[in-house]
Nanobody, 112 residues
Framework: QVQLVESGGGLVQPGGSLRLSCVAS????????MAWYRQAPGKQRELVAS???????NYADSVKGRFSISREGRKTTVFLQMNSLKPEDTAVYYC??????WGQGTQVTVSS
């Protein structure tokens, strides 16, 4: 059984930064990609950023140049550095690990 535990969410002012962390534990292969998704109230869950076991990254257009995903710790820990945050980044952020594991989510609120 794989468990994903996220941390690092919170309240931040527009233009601020946050760093999300996700640690995968249990029987989990480091071969699979990891990713961050988010879901705002009344909206569908969307991909924010992903990273393969080889380090290749992919970002949603809305966060390119502001967010950065990275992976370490035998590839079982993934980070999301979020800079220049905007109110529209407010959402619950979920960690994902292939093939089908999800974290419980962490709230990010961007507001003055």
């Amino acid at each position: 059984q794989v468990q994903l535990v996220e941390s690092g969410g919170g309240l931040v002012q527009p233009g601020g930064s946050l760093r999300l962390s996700c640690v995968a534990s249990g029987s989990s292969s480091s071969f699979f990609s990891m990713a961050w998704y988010r879901q705002a109230p009344g909206k569908q869950r969307e991909l924010v950023a992903s990273i393969t076991s080889g380090g290749a990254t992919n970002y949603a257009d809305s966060v390119k140049g502001r967010f950065s995903i990275s992976r370490e710790g035998r590839k079982t820990t993934v980070f999301l550095q979020m800079n220049s945050l905007k109110p529209e980044d407010t959402a619950v952020y979920y960690c994902y690990k292939g093939p089908s594991y999800w974290g419980q989510g962490t709230q990010v609120t961007v507001s003055s």
